[in-house]
C-alpha cells in the first residue's frame, strides 16, 4: 500500500452520466470530498448533445469490465482496445454529423 497522499486542486470540465444526479453529488461531496463550485443547466437539442454518450460505448464499457475480470492483464488490455475502437468509430460517426448540422 502507497503511503503517499495526494491533493487534488481541481476538476474543470468534467462530465459524467449518472443515473441519479443527488446520489451521485452526495458520493462525489460527502465521500471523495469534492465541492460542487456551480451548475449548468442545458434543455433541448444542446443538452442532448452535450450530455448524450453513444450508447456502444457504455455498453462497450460495461463488456470490457466483465470480460476483463475472468482473463489476465495484457489479454484484458487488448480486449479493452479493441472495444475501444468500435465505440471510437461511432463517436466519430456522431461528430461528423454534429458537425455537418453546425456547419451551415
Known amino acids: 500500500m502507497c503511503s503517499t497522499r495526494f491533493r ?8 459524467i ?9 452526495d458520493f462525489w461531496q460527502n465521500v471523495l470530498g ?10 433541448g437539442d444542446l443538452a ?10 457504455m455498453r462497450g464499457d460495461r463488456r470490457s469490465a466483465i470480460e476483463g475480470a475472468a482473463i489476465g492483464f495484457d489479454e484484458a488490455m487488448a480486449n479493452e482496445f479493441a472495444i475501444g475502437v468500435e465505440s ?5 460517426a456522431g461528430a461528423r454529423r454534429f458537425a455537418e ?3 451551415r
Open 8 to 15: 487534488i486542486i481541481a476538476a474543470d470540465h468534467t462530465g
Open 17 to 25: 452520466t449518472v443515473s441519479n444526479l443527488e446520489r451521485s453529488l
Open 34 to 43: 469534492f465541492e460542487l463550485s456551480h451548475r449548468a443547466h442545458q434543455t
Open 48 to 57: 442532448a448533445e452535450i450530455t448524450g454518450f453513444p450508447q456502444g460505448a
Open 88 to 92: 471510437l468509430e461511432q463517436g466519430i
Open 101 to 103: 448540422r453546425h456547419s
